[in-house]
């Protein structure tokens, strides 16, 4: 499983997908950009964290 140490928040990340976009790789989604590699446009994403 994963692992969450107390005390320290835990987030998702998402992306918007474009139906166009002027380069390929900014067409996909990810949770993760660690899965997919380095995104073109880092911008895209939203952090959001969990805390308790």
Same mark, same amino acid.
Request: glycine share 8%; charged share 25%; aromatic share 16%.
């Given at each position: ?6 005390? $320290?928040?835990?987030? &998702?990340?998402?992306?918007r997908s474009?139906?166009?976009?002027? $380069?390929?790789?900014? $067409?996909?989604s990810s949770?993760?950009?660690?899965? $997919?590699?380095? =995104? %073109?446009?880092?911008?895209? =994403? &939203? %952090?959001? =964290? =969990?805390?308790?």
């Amino acid at each position: 499983g994963l692992e969450r140490p107390d005390g $320290r928040p835990w987030g &998702a990340n998402y992306c918007r997908s474009m139906q166009n976009p002027p $380069r390929p790789e900014d $067409r996909f989604s990810s949770w993760s950009p660690l899965i $997919r590699g380095k =995104f %073109h446009q880092p911008d895209l =994403f &939203a %952090h959001i =964290f =969990f805390v308790k």
